[in-house]
């Protein structure tokens, strides 16, 4: 079992910036990919970004690329999220994800752990 914890979440105004963190535990040794993906109420979940675990590949959903930026300290076993030009419309409950894989993915029936979620809201 893995386990996840995001952190970094709250109430920013559009433009500012915010940092998410998420921190794995437990069996992290066969943990390839990490992703994030957020959910606004009333709607999917949506991918933001992944990254896979040695080579650093990365891969950004569209409506966050250029602004959002995905990194991983390995010997920490934590995934970062910086979110800059914060958009009301990137109000949602951020998850952090881990993926049995080599290389990042943007499906959510491909990763395998979820962490419980942390709010993020962009007043206008």
């Known amino acids: 079992q893995v386990q996840l914890a995001e952190s970094g979440g709250g109430l920013v105004q559009a433009g500012g910036s915010l940092s998410l963190s998420c921190v794995a535990s437990?069996?992290?040794?066969?943990?390839?990919?990490m992703g994030w993906f957020r959910q606004a109420p009333g709607k999917e979940r949506e991918f933001v970004a992944a990254?896979?675990?040695?080579?650093?590949?990365?891969y950004y959903g569209v409506s966050v690329k250029g602004r959002f930026t995905i990194s991983r300290d390995n010997a920490k076993n934590t995934v970062y999220l910086q979110m800059n030009s914060l958009k009301p419309e990137d109000t949602a409950v951020y998850y952090c994800?881990?993926?049995?894989?080599?290389?990042?993915?943007?499906?959510?029936?491909?990763?395998?752990?979820w962490g419980q979620g942390t709010q993020v809201t962009v007043s206008s």
């Open positions: 994800a881990a993926a049995l894989s080599n290389r990042p993915l943007a499906r959510t029936s491909e990763y395998n752990y």
């Open positions: 990254i896979s675990w040695s080579a650093g590949a990365v």
């Open positions: 437990g069996r992290t040794f066969n943990i390839y990919a």
